[in-house]
């Protein structure tokens, strides 16, 4: 069964600090993953499309990660801000003959305070 | 600001009856997607159409139908409304498919939330 996993639920972090949001996965077959950031009662927001063979990608103070062969993918927060605090979530692409399919995670509720 | 606009912002209508939600993509974008977000389910994905033509389905119900119009305009139409209906319509937009390109984010509207009482 198609699923992703994301952990932990929620996490407190100080503003400064980092930390790290993870997402396990179980989709075939793969086509691409994509981490969101969203506000509350706002629209996601992209933050990074990876693909099989993208290991890391950018953008500005996040950072995720993918591991094709575990099925795991991680976003890295640098120095957080108190904007960061926010849903985050994983979703992976399946593509085949099939068709397409979105398989979401539940998401990571991240708070951030001073 | 995305460039993806949905009106209404908000909806509130009753059990049974039947409702529009119209979303106009960003300039220059042929797909558009519908997702519904609720509190218990989270995000879910319904529909998706790429320069008028229908090409991936999700969790939409019979009940639910959608269009992309020649101006690339969509809309989502819900009738006989559940109570369990109620919760935030989201719409995205992106240049082209699927891929992992920069050209396939998904840029997301602001929602429109509807209540059904």
């Given at each position: 069964?198609?699923?992703?996993?994301?952990?932990?639920?929620?996490?407190?972090?100080?503003?400064?600090?980092?930390?790290?949001?993870?997402?396990?996965?179980?989709?075939?077959?793969?086509?691409?993953?994509?981490?969101?950031?969203?506000?509350?009662?706002?629209?996601?927001?992209?933050l990074t499309i990876m693909?099989?063979?993208?290991?890391?990608?950018?953008?500005?103070?996040?950072?995720?990660?993918?591991?094709?062969?575990?099925?795991?993918?991680?976003?890295?927060?640098?120095?957080?801000?108190?904007?960061?605090?926010?849903?985050?979530?994983?979703?992976?692409?399946?593509?085949?003959?099939?068709?397409?399919?979105?398989?979401?995670?539940?998401?990571?509720?991240?708070?951030?305070?001073? | 600001?995305?460039?993806?606009?949905?009106?209404?912002?908000?909806?509130?209508?009753?059990?049974?009856?039947?409702?529009?939600?119209?979303?106009?993509?960003?300039?220059g974008d042929l797909s558009?997607?519908?997702?519904?977000?609720?509190?218990?389910?989270?995000?879910?994905?319904?529909?998706?159409?790429?320069?008028?033509?229908?090409?991936?389905?999700?969790?939409?119900?019979?009940?639910?139908?959608?269009?992309?119009?020649?101006?690339?305009?969509?809309?989502?139409?819900?009738?006989?409304?559940?109570?369990?209906?109620?919760?935030?319509?989201?719409?995205?937009?992106?240049?082209?498919?699927?891929?992992?390109?920069?050209?396939?984010?998904?840029?997301?509207?602001?929602?429109?939330?509807?209540?059904?009482?």
């Amino acid at each position: 069964k198609n699923q992703v996993e994301q952990s932990p639920q929620s996490l407190i972090i100080l503003e400064g600090k980092n930390c790290t949001l993870q997402c396990n996965y179980t989709v075939s077959p793969f086509s691409n993953l994509r981490w969101y950031k969203q506000d509350t009662g706002r629209g996601p927001v992209s933050l990074t499309i990876m693909t099989f063979s993208e290991n890391t990608k950018s953008n500005g103070r996040y950072t995720a990660t993918l591991d094709a062969d575990t099925k795991q993918s991680s976003l890295h927060i640098t120095a957080s801000q108190l904007s960061d605090s926010a849903s985050y979530i994983c979703v992976v692409l399946s593509g085949g003959q099939a068709g397409t399919a979105l398989i979401f995670g539940k998401g990571t509720t991240l708070s951030v305070s001073s | 600001d995305s460039g993806v606009t949905q009106t209404p912002k908000h909806l509130i209508t009753a059990t049974g009856q039947r409702v529009t939600l119209r979303c106009s993509p960003r300039s220059g974008d042929l797909s558009v997607y519908w997702y519904q977000q609720s509190l218990d389910q989270g995000l879910q994905f319904l529909i998706q159409y790429y320069n008028g033509e229908e090409r991936a389905k999700g969790n939409i119900l019979e009940r639910f139908s959608a269009q992309q119009f020649p101006d690339l305009h969509s809309e989502l139409n819900l009738s006989s409304l559940e109570l369990g209906d109620s919760a935030l319509y989201f719409c995205a937009s992106s240049r082209r498919l699927w891929g992992g390109g920069p050209a396939d984010t998904q840029y997301f509207g602001p929602g429109t939330r509807l209540t059904v009482l």
